[in-house]
Structure formats: structure tokens, C-alpha cells
């Protein structure tokens, strides 16, 4: 009975009081009812068209759907395997649907979106892009690095006039769109005779916006180490370099690195943003390609890019993250 | 003072050598290499005679010098701290100096194209029409979103595992995605499935996806502060799951949560200047056009204007929500 | 003999806040020292200046008849032949307590791990925890804390101890392990300069008593003078708040 937590306590009551699986956790009831569901569901799909009845039936039978699904999930008694499985099912079963109905020809869809011929076509100047991209991402990062630790430093000093401005630039570019911002340099700038290419444009605006962030992060790192802990170690006749080397860095590092690494990741993202100043990189190189083959495949073929480029780098960030925390060992006394 | 040196402590604390730190801090030193480092500056190679790759090099030291002297003195903590703010309006006035001085910039046109009042005056309107455009998009998605993230944390916290397996999912997915390429998407890609949003669809439908996402983190990150045991505590105390969510968990989870979510807004409310690339009439699309009808990047200047306007106090706000949050220490 | 510590007119503000206002002492060796006052009279700002944790504003300090101040004087070799120990601790959270034990002697005085090892867990020994080398402080009670701390201070061989409050953040059942081990110490000859509120042990372990009052040293004697016959009505005020 310890792991009984999901039921609320309202049936829990209603099963101690009547020694009884409550009518719609009983296995008769779920059986049948999935019947008369897949019965509906063939139902709809034989008699596909067009009109309003159909409509109203189809949202009838999703309800009707989810509301089993959610039944079957809340059953604490059932296994974890059944209830995975019953899910991609169910999800499964509402893109047939959304297909069936939605979808004007679905018959062309292999054609549409994951057209190879296309992709084929397009593949030179999506890697290109994607070079760009990458290439974008590492001069931003090191940009605002640069910036950032600049800042942070120059910040510790806890002066009045120099915190100021420091907190002013801060201020100001979480406060700016980035894509602003690309535009007042990429637009702006050349009316002043700076020029500037559109790469260099989008790695100053890139870096200068996260380099604000990043500056903040180095200062909650050099926050985190505890002055009483300097003092100890200075008191232990270690020297600045030491105290810096063995006591400081060590914590400070495990407060930064997580951010850090999520900033540059999040920064990363932003580089599509450069596609709005005519940076090839690997959006404009989509939408490029997509433009001139009047076919939707490299986009799609782009968009899986990010996914796999950014997924496991979002997984990462979450992991360190983890990691550090558990590695953390704060006290605060 | 007569001292009797016991020699051998002597010997015990003596340096072997003292540290050329002890030299620079004198003042005499730095006034000189104050001298110095103006000298150097004033006789800086001009641009327009010397190779580029010279020039900036010797720019570069003179930097490189000037930040030095400036992190000597201000790492020194006995020095008076009026010294300080001297040299640190030193550094700032020579740094804005070397800027005017070597940019390349032509000021002269500053104020003609980048602050041109006429041009200014004309596009006001038009701006302030993008910005309620801007406004009403990011209100709504930003509460379409926190609903979608605080419904998604509410189950994720039941932990049923084929659940969280697809929140998971869309989590990473939508994390993954920048906003941008999901509004490409969603507006040249789906009209081919035959449905068609307009660009304020687009824009509604990509925040809420993407920020939805980001959200349903914020809040899971809040619930998850409140330590395991409390909840057991209250589950031992006989509350329900839905009490001990009420009453133990959401109300320490909201002051953790709030300025997070402040601060989603704010990236929210930026990322909607995004909505100009699927042609939504909003601020920066309006001042875009403007810069194309009067070749002048005036518009330009007043949206960001406008944009520092409505979202500087808004960071100021998280920024003093966020200390408050830090000041009042961890929530047990 | 010379004095171990001298001070001499010691002046320390910060910003506007006057809060040594002349202090002079002389400290023995093998002496302990203790002293007390209302919260705020400077007793902390005192010790660190003593081994210049804060520049004093004015004033001179020798150390074994050494003037700490002067450039050629390398504070780092001062500093290490003084132990100090905090009210809050300070132990390095992100290293095991033996790590924390073994961190300066190897650093600062140069000998090997496995030396530094076997001190450190002699010395954990001697404080009575010698099972827990392996702990990081998250998991240690305050009193065991603040052991390895003193500990930890020990290592480096000092000759000076300075304790500043090192029990008033510890639940009083845990006090008694702290001090013990601090009456050890005295009983062993160390000099010892303690900031502390335990009249108790005060009474039991110092030498003499120095009473300060708004940055200036008002009385000083032995416990049973200062304790039983204090000559100022602010000394007495004190004393009968705290005893
Ligand atoms: N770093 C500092 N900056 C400014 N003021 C300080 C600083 N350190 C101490 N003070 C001030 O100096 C005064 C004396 O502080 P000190 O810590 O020496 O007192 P104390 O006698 O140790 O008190 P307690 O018994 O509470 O520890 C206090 O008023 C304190 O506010
Ligand atoms: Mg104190």
C-alpha cells in the first residue's frame, strides 16, 4: 500500500468502503470500452468525407480517446510497459487521423516533405550553411567570453563609476532583441561608414548580446565562493595565486560551467537569427533552397539539423547541470 | 621605534626577493607610466599612413597597457577610493576617445541619419501601431504559454513514466528549435499540408510551442526546490497529492518561480520582433518598412528606442526581483 | 624575553567607522590571551588586523619582533605560523576534511602528500575524529566543523593561535568538544589570542583578560581580577549581562 500515491484520496475512500475496484478501473469496463473505440475509430475511417457530422464525430472520438488513455495511465496497478506502449498508440492513432482528415493529399506527402531528389540538390549549400553556422557560433562564443570575463572582472573591483556602466551595457542588451540589434549594426552602421560584413555584423551582434549574460554568470561564479573561505586560506598563509588555484577556481568553475555551457548552447540557437541579415547560414540556406525548388524538403531537412544538432546539446546542458548540482556540496554555514 | 630583530624570525618571514608588485604600486611609478601611456596615446600612428596591420597592433597594445595600469590601481585596496573613480573615469573617457578617435566613424552624420527629427516625427504612429501589435501578441502567448507550462509541470510532477516520456519529448524538441526556424516553419512549410495560419497565428503558435516549453522547465525547476521529504512529510500528515501540491509545494515554488518567469516575458516580448520575418505587422516590420520608404535608419533607432523603453524596466524588475529572491536565502 | 605579538597604537576605521581606536598590547609566548567585549567593539577587526586579514588604518605590529609591515616581510610565512580559527567555520566545502587538513602544509610549507597525510590524521585523531577524514564538511555537526578547522589550522605547525568566537555558532552541547581541545592546546604552550564569550573556560584557561570597549582596550588583568573585581561600571554592566 506504500506506493499508493497516485490515486486521490476520493477513490481511495471509495474503494476501502465498498471493497471494490471502483466501476471504471475494473477490467471488464476498460475491455469494452476500447472495443466500442476501435469500432468508432474504423467507423470514422470508412466513412471519411467531407461535412459537419463528421467533424463533430471525429473530436468526439478524440475526447473519448484521450479520456481512456488518461483512465489507463492513472491506474497505478497497471505496468509502466503497457502504459508507454498504449501512449505511442494512442499518438500513433491521432496522426492517422489528423492524415486522414487534414491532410488535402496525403498521398504526396513522401514527395512533399522528404522529397531526396530535392534534398539531393540542395545538400551543397546546406552544408555550407551549416558551416556558417558553426563557424558563427564559435567566433560569437569567444567574442562574448572575451567580453564577459572582461566585464566581470572589472565588475569585482566594485567600483562606482565602472559598475555603472558595466551594469548599463548588461541592462541594455538583455533588454534588446537580437535581431534589433543585428539590424542596427547590419543596416545602421554602413550610413556612419563603418562597414562591416554581414558575418562580422552578426558575430558583434551575437557577442556583444551574450556577452552580458555571460558576464553576469562569471560574477554570480565569483559571488559563489564565500568570502569567509579567502579569508581562511589567506589566514592559512596561502598565497593569492594558491588561494585562487585551490579554493576559489574549484567552486567558482562548478557555479559558471553549467551556465556557461547553456549560454553558449542558447547563443548557438541564435545564430539563425542571422539569417535575417543575409548570412547564409543554415536557415537561410533552407529557405533559400525551398524558394527555388518551390519544395518544402531542404527546410524540413534543416529543421531536422537543428534537432539533431541541438537536442542532445539541450541534454547536455541538463546533464552538467545535474552533475554539478549533485557534486555541489554547499554549506552555508 | 627600537626593535630588537630576533634574527632568526627575521630570516623566517623575510622574501627572498620583494615582489615587483610592491614597486608598481608606488605612486611615483604610476604617475610616470601615466605619463607614459598618454605620450603613447597621443602619438599614435594614423590610420590613413601607417599599414592597418600596424595600426592595430600598436592600437591594440595601447589597450592592452591602458586596461593594465588601470587593474593595478583598482585591485589595490589601499588606495583612497577617490583615486579609483578617477582612474576609472579615466579609463572610461580614453576608451570613448580612442572610439571617436579611430572607429572609422563619420560623427558628422550621427545626428543627420541616426537622430533625424523629421523623419522621426513622421514615424512615431506608425511604430506605436507595430508596438500595440507587439504588446497584444506577447500578452497572449506569454499566457497561453504559462498555461501550456504549468498544465505540463502539474502532470510531469505525477511522474507517470509513458507521460513524462512524451513531455520529455516535447520539451527537448521545442528547447531545441530556435523560434525562429519554427516560425519559417509553421508559415512556408505547412501551408504545403494545407493549413494555413496567418502570420499572427504563426507567431501565437511558435511562442507558445517554443516558450510552452522553456515554461513547463521554469515550473518543474520551482517544484522541484521544495525537497522530496517535505512532500513526504505532508504525505505522512495524510494531505493529498493535490493538497500537498497546494498548500506545501506551489507556495514555496511561486517566489523562485515568479522572476524566472519575469524573465521568460522579457525573452518572450524580444523574440516577437521575430514575427517581423513571417510579416507581422509589429514593431521592428513597421520600422523596417519606414527604413526602406526613407533610406534612413531613424525608424530603426526609435524601435529600439521604444523596445529599451517597454522591456529596461522589466529587467530592472527582475534584476531586483531576482536579488530579493537571493537575499531571503534558500526556502526552509 | 621579547613579546611574541606586540601591537602599538593601533588605529583601524572603516570608511567613517572608527573601530580600533589605539589598542597597544604585548603578548608572551606560551601566554593565552582572551578577549571580550560588547558585540561590535572590534575584538574581530582586532585579530585580522593582527595578521593582516585587514590593514590597519595606523599603527605598527611585530611579530617575534618582526614589523609585519615592512615590504621586505613576506605576510604569507607570517600568516602560516598562525593558526586562525573562525566563528563560521570556513572549510572549504568542495574538499573531504583531510583534504581540507592536507591543502595548506602542502601548498605553503611544501611537504609531501604522504607526510601531510599522516599529520592530518593525526591531528584528526587528536581531535577526536579521526573516522571521518574522509567526510566532506555538508556532512559534518558544527562541533565537528569547527574541529576540523582547528585542525586544519594546527597543520601548519603555528606557534600563534588565534580563535575568533570559534564556538558561538555551535549548539552548546557541542561547545564542550571545542573547548576541550582549545584547553589541550594551552595546556601544550601554545600562544593563544581567544575572542570568546565562554566565561567558563576563560576563567579556567586564560592568563589574562582584556576587556575592550568602543575600540580602545578599557581593563586588563588576570580572570580573577577583571571577573571578581572589575574596576569600571562598563566592564561590570558587561560582565553582568554575560555571566
Ligand atoms: N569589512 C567591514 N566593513 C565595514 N565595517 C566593518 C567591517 N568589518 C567590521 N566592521 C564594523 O566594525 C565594527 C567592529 O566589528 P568587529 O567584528 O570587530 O566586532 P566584534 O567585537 O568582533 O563583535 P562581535 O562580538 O559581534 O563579533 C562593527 O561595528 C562592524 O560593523
Ligand atoms: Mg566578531
Redesign the pocket.
Known amino acids: 500500500m506504500l506506493k499508493d500515491y497516485t490515486e486521490s484520496n476520493t477513490f481511495k475512500k471509495l474503494r476501502d468502503t465498498s471493497g471494490r475496484v471502483p466501476l471504471i478501473r475494473q477490467p471488464v469496463f476498460l475491455i469494452a470500452s476500447c472495443v466500442a473505440l476501435v469500432l468508432y475509430g474504423s467507423m470514422l475511417f470508412w466513412a471519411s468525407g467531407e461535412g459537419l457530422v463528421i467533424r463533430i464525430a471525429l473530436s468526439v472520438f478524440v475526447a473519448l480517446l484521450v479520456t481512456w488513455t488518461g483512465i489507463i495511465i492513472t491506474d497505478e496497478r497497471r505496468g509502466e510497459r503497457l502504459k508507454t506502449s498504449m501512449v505511442f498508440l494512442v499518438l500513433a492513432v491521432l496522426v492517422l487521423l489528423f492524415l486522414e482528415f487534414h491532410v488535402t493529399n496525403s498521398e504526396e506527402i513522401i514527395e512533399l516533405f522528404f522529397n531526396i531528389t530535392v534534398i539531393k540538390k540542395a545538400w551543397p549549400y546546406l552544408v555550407l550553411g551549416f558551416k556558417t553556422t558553426i563557424s558563427l557560433a564559435f567566433m560569437a562564443a569567444l567574442v562574448s567570453t572575451v567580453i564577459g570575463l572582461t566585464l566581470a572582472i572589472f565588475r569585482s573591483f566594485d567600483n562606482k563609476v565602472l559598475n555603472f556602466f558595466i551594469i548599463a551595457y548588461v541592462d541594455f542588451f538583455r533588454a534588446i532583441p537580437i535581431i534589433v540589434l543585428l539590424m542596427l549594426i547590419y543596416y545602421g552602421l554602413p550610413f556612419l561608414n563603418i562597414r562591416l560584413s554581414a558575418f562580422a555584423s552578426g558575430v558583434l551582434g551575437l557577442g556583444l548580446n551574450s556577452g552580458a549574460y555571460v558576464s553576469e554568470i562569471f560574477r554570480a561564479g565569483f559571488l559563489s565562493v564565500s568570502k569567509g573561505q579567502l579569508e581562511a586560506s589567506r589566514a592559512l598563509g596561502m598565497t593569492p595565486w594558491q588561494t585562487m588555484q585551490k579554493v576559489a577556481l574549484p567552486q567558482a568553475f562548478k557555479a559558471v560551467i553549467p551556465p556557461l555551457v547553456g549560454n553558449y548552447v542558447a547563443s548557438a540557437k541564435d545564430t539563425a537569427l542571422c539569417s535575417s541579415i543575409s548570412i547564409i547560414e543554415l536557415l537561410k540556406a533552407g529557405t533559400a533552397q525551398q524558394s527555388l525548388n518551390a519544395n518544402p524538403s531542404p527546410l524540413i531537412f534543416v529543421t531536422v539539423l537543428y534537432l539533431i544538432l541541438f537536442v542532445p546539446l539541450t541534454r547536455l546542458c541538463g546533464y552538467i547541470e545535474k552533475r554539478m548540482k549533485k557534486t555541489q556540496r554547499q554549506i552555508t554555514v | 621605534m627600537a626593535t630588537s630583530y630576533s634574527s632568526d624570525a627575521l630570516q623566517r618571514f623575510s622574501r627572498k626577493h620583494i615582489p615587483l608588485l610592491y614597486y608598481i604600486r608606488k605612486p611615483i611609478f604610476l604617475l610616470i607610466s601615466l605619463a607614459l601611456i598618454i605620450v603613447y596615446a597621443c602619438f599614435l600612428p594614423n590610420p590613413q599612413e601607417t599599414s592597418a596591420f600596424f595600426f592595430y597592433l600598436n592600437l591594440s597594445v595601447l589597450i592592452a597597457v591602458l586596461v593594465c595600469w588601470c587593474v593595478i590601481i583598482l585591485a589595490d585596496w589601499e588606495k583612497p577610493e577617490y583615486v579609483k573613480m578617477l582612474v576609472a573615469f579615466f579609463l572610461l573617457s580614453m576608451l570613448a576617445l580612442l572610439f571617436y578617435r579611430f572607429s572609422g566613424a563619420d560623427w558628422a552624420r550621427l545626428i543627420h541619419f541616426f537622430f533625424n527629427f523629421p523623419i522621426m516625427k513622421g514615424s512615431w504612429h506608425v511604430l506605436f501601431r507595430g508596438l500595440s501589435t507587439t504588446v497584444i501578441l506577447s500578452i497572449c502567448s506569454f499566457f497561453s504559454c504559462v498555461f501550456v507550462g504549468l498544465l505540463i509541470a502539474i502532470v510531469r510532477s505525477f511522474k507517470y513514466h509513458s507521460v513524462n516520456l512524451l513531455i520529455t519529448m516535447y520539451v527537448d524538441i521545442f528547447r531545441s528549435i530556435p523560434v525562429i526556424v519554427l516560425m519559417v516553419v509553421l508559415f512556408f512549410v505547412f501551408p504545403f499540408l494545407g493549413m494555413y495560419l496567418n502570420s499572427y497565428l504563426t507567431t501565437f503558435t511558435a511562442l507558445t510551442l517554443s516558450y510552452g516549453a522553456y515554461t513547463a522547465e521554469t515550473f518543474r525547476a520551482g517544484l522541484e526546490t521544495v525537497s522530496s521529504g517535505q512532500v513526504e512529510a505532508a504525505r505522512s500528515l495524510g494531505l493529498s497529492r493535490w493538497q500537498t501540491l497546494r498548500k506545501i509545494t506551489i507556495p514555496q515554488a511561486v517566489p523562485i518561480v515568479i522572476p524566472v518567469l519575469t524573465g521568460n516575458m522579457i525573452a518572450m516580448m524580444k523574440d516577437t520582433a521575430i514575427a517581423s520575418i513571417v510579416a507581422t505587422p509589429e514593431l521592428l516590420k513597421s520600422a523596417r518598412e519606414l527604413y526602406t520608404a526613407k533610406t534612413s535608419p531613424t525608424p530603426l533607432i526609435c524601435a529600439a528606442i521604444i523596445f529599451l523603453a517597454v522591456l529596461l524596466p522589466l529587467v530592472r524588475l527582475v534584476n531586483h526581483m531576482e536579488r530579493r529572491v537571493n537575499k531571503s536565502g534558500p526556502h526552509y | 624575553m621579547d613579546p611574541i605579538i606586540r601591537v602599538e597604537s593601533l588605529h583601524k576605521s ?2 567613517d ?1 572608527h ?1 580600533l581606536r589605539g589598542v597597544s598590547i604585548e603578548v608572551n609566548r606560551s601566554e593565552v590571551v582572551s578577549f571580550i ?10 585579530l ?1 588586523c593582527i595578521n593582516r586579514l ?1 590593514e590597519p588604518t595606523s599603527g605598527e605590529i611585530w611579530i617575534d619582533g618582526v614589523n609585519i609591515h615592512e615590504p621586505y616581510i613576506d605576510i604569507n610565512k607570517v600568516r602560516a605560523e598562525i593558526g586562525m580559527v573562525f ?1 563560521s567555520f570556513n572549510l572549504f566545502p568542495h574538499m573531504t576534511a583531510i583534504d581540507n587538513i592536507m591543502l595548506a602544509p602542502v601548498c605553503v610549507r611544501k611537504i609531501s602528500r604522504q607526510e601531510a597525510k599522516e599529520r592530518g590524521l593525526s591531528l584528526l585523531e587528536k581531535v577526536g575524529l579521526a573516522e571521518k577524514a574522509n567526510e566532506y564538511p555538508e556532512k559534518l555537526s558544527g562541533g565537528q566543523r569547527q574541529r576540523v578547522a582547528i585542525a586544519r589550522a594546527l597543520a601548519m605547525q603555528p606557534r600563534i593561535m588565534f580563535f ?2 570559534p564556538t558561538s555558532a555551535l549548539d552548546p552541547e557541542m561547545v564542550g568538544e571545542v573547548l576541550d581541545v582549545m584547553a589541550q592546546m594551552a595546556s601544550e604552550g601554545m600562544t593563544m589570542l581567544i ?1 570568546s564569550h565562554e566565561m567558563g573556560f576563560i576563567r579556567e584557561a586564560a592568563d589574562r583578560v582584556l576587556f ?1 570597549d568602543e575600540g580602545k582596550i578599557l581593563e586588563e588583568g588576570t580572570p580573577d581580577d577583571i571577573f571578581n573585581r572589575p574596576q569600571f561600571p562598563v566592564t561590570r554592566d558587561f560582565l553582568g549581562k554575560v555571566l
Do not use: I
Open positions: 572603516f570608511r567607522l573601530v567585549g560588547r558585540s561590535g567593539s572590534g575584538k574581530s577587526t582586532l585580522r585587514e566563528q575568533d568566537e575572542v575592550l
